[in-house]
């Protein structure tokens, strides 16, 4: 048989979408409580809009506080059973998740590129990679509860780590499908039941995982998903009582009032939020490799990635040079419909997002810097939320667009003179999330390391993720760390047991002999 062609694929990814999004269109999207689908107490719903061509793709219960209360009722009630369940019967259920998303993998992808308007290139593993999540996750189930044996001179000291109860998770709308699991999966696996409230722009395949965990056999109860708006669903889920922690991805101010919202209740919280990550080009680097991880991390994904290294921080001697090959590469880019396999860019996924990106293209010349490839938006298929991939330079550190997030496919170039130079660039802004070094000098690569603000760094390499490893950022780039079992530190209290080894003296207070 011929090899198919990408006309092909693209028309494959289409046929598949097609009865899926006649299904949503007809059923609608409604919360996932008690393991049961319910529209809102209100009868309220939003419409969730295709970016390609802005047709509505369903329509979407829109939760209040009741639906929250509905939800966190139901999350305490299974608390119990599912914290007690063995942790080996708990693994066969995540492990039965992992299998259930990777027989709709294909679906999932094609459904995630229709509803944020991500290319189906980098969407195809998605899936994949959501039940790596689970998988992870379940084979930790029993070791979750580990803790450390401290022995003192009169006492057997140990600790051990018990679910902190029911947890809320919110979750942004870049990659939500393998971002809920993210968290949800840890959240799991170390015994909490889930309340996760999905960001309204993206509800289709959170809607779906909910579906596949309730298939796989997960108790009704444990992971609950209520649809809704930030304001109203988010943050009846941030000040609910039984709602013990808040695991939050997204923007840094949403973090903020997430914070002040969760204050009166003593909520547990744990960030991941925005960045304006550096990559750092030396004139030692392997410049092609480098090239090719500078292109990647920030016009990938549309741009809409916390990790994205949107700034690139190019030493002096190589600048004129690096930028002449970058800005090849960026006006070779296809922008395009999301199912097609050749596209490297899709449409943003909200009208609104669209215009918060090309605003930025006025600040930049407002500024006094050069667009250099892009600054517009772009005619694709369907009409929707199409941008040029845009190249910013003549840019100096302390402009906006060397300063703040824009979360689109827009890479700021800063030229810096040395080492010194280069780290004070890149910690000089508010975020912290990551870093990327490309240097020939091993010596250099981990001062540079040491010295930059951020939770997270690769040298001489792209972002690539490792399960086990911390993810997490530092300043306003998120509280906390995710990964391995720094997932299970947020998800679990800690307890110390300690017992008498003998007959220790104890003080006799009121006693004649005190
Ligand atoms: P957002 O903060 O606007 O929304 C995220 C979620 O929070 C959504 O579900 C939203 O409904 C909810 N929300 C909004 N207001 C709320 C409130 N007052 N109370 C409770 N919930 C509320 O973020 P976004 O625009 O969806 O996502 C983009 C942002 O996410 C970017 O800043 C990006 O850098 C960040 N992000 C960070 C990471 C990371 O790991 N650090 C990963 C992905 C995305």
């Known amino acids: 048989m011929d090899k198919a062609t990408p006309k092909d694929l693209f028309q494959a990814n289409r046929n598949r979408a097609a009865p899926l999004l006649k299904q949503l269109r007809a059923d609608g999207i409604g919360h996932m409580i008690d393991g049961k689908i319910v529209p809102s107490i209100s009868g309220d719903s939003f419409e969730t809009k295709s970016p390609v061509d802005g047709a509505v793709l369903a329509t979407v219960a829109r939760g209040g506080a009741e639906d929250i209360d509905r939800a966190a009722t139901a999350a305490a009630l299974a608390f119990r059973s599912w914290r007690d369940m063995p942790p080996a019967m708990r693994k066969k259920l995540l492990h039965r998740v992992a299998d259930a998303i990777e027989d709709r993998a294909d679906d999932i992808a094609v459904l995630e590129c229709i509803d944020t308007g991500q290319a189906h290139r980098f969407m195809a593993k998605a899936a994949i990679r959501a039940a790596e999540n689970f998988r992870f996750f379940a084979d930790k189930c029993a070791e979750a509860r580990d803790g450390l044996n401290t022995p003192s001179e009169e006492h057997w000291n140990i600790s051990t780590r018990v679910p902190i109860g029911p947890v809320g998770v919110i979750t942004p709308w870049n990659t939500p499908f393998m971002l809920s699991t993210w968290k949800i999966a840890p959240a799991l696996a170390a015994g909490c039941t889930v309340v996760h409230k999905p960001a309204e722009w993206s509800p289709i395949t959170a809607d779906l995982l909910a579906k596949l965990v309730k298939q796989a056999g997960v108790p009704d109860g444990v992971l609950n998903t209520v649809h809704g708006i930030g304001e109203e669903a988010g ?17 840094s101010a949403t973090g903020s009032a997430i914070m002040a919202q969760g204050a009166p209740t003593l909520k547990r919280v744990h960030f991941e939020l925005g960045g304006k990550n550096p990559v750092i080009v030396f004139d030692d680097a392997d410049l092609d490799r480098a090239l090719d991880a500078v292109v990647f991390m920030i016009y990938s994904l549309n741009g809409e990635r916390c990790t994205s290294s949107s700034r690139l921080l190019v030493q002096d001697s190589i600048a004129e040079k690096f930028i002449e090959k970058l800005t090849a590469r960026v006006k070779a880019l296809k922008v395009g419909h999301p199912l097609d396999p050749a596209t490297e860019i899709g449409p943003l996924i909200h009208e609104r997002h669209l215009a918060k990106v090309c605003a930025y293209f006025d600040v930049a010349r407002k500024d006094g810097a050069v667009i250099a490839v892009g600054g517009k938006t772009h005619d694709g298929p369907g009409g929707g939320h199409y941008v040029q991939p845009t190249l910013v330079t003549g840019a100096h550190a302390k402009m906006r667009v060397a300063q703040e997030e824009v979360f689109g496919p827009f890479l700021t170039v800063i030229p810096f ?8 660039i890149a910690n000089g802004v508010q975020y912290g999330l990551t870093g990327y070094v490309w240097t020939g000098d091993m010596g250099r690569a981990l001062r540079v390391a040491d010295a930059l603000e951020a939770g997270m760094i690769w040298l001489n390499s792209e972002n690539v993720r490792h399960l086990p490893t911390p993810f997490g950022g530092m300043k306003s780039s998120g509280i906390g760390r995710d990964g391995g079992d720094y997932s299970f530190d947020f998800y679990m209290e800690t307890k110390h047991v300690s017992l008498a080894r003998g007959t220790h003296k104890i003080q006799k207070l009121g006693s004649p002999s005190s």
């Open 417 to 424: 003179r040395d080492e010194k130079d280069a780290v004070e």
């Open 235 to 251: 943050k009846a889920l941030t000040e609910h009582p039984a709602i013990k922690a808040i695991g939050f991805v997204g923007e």
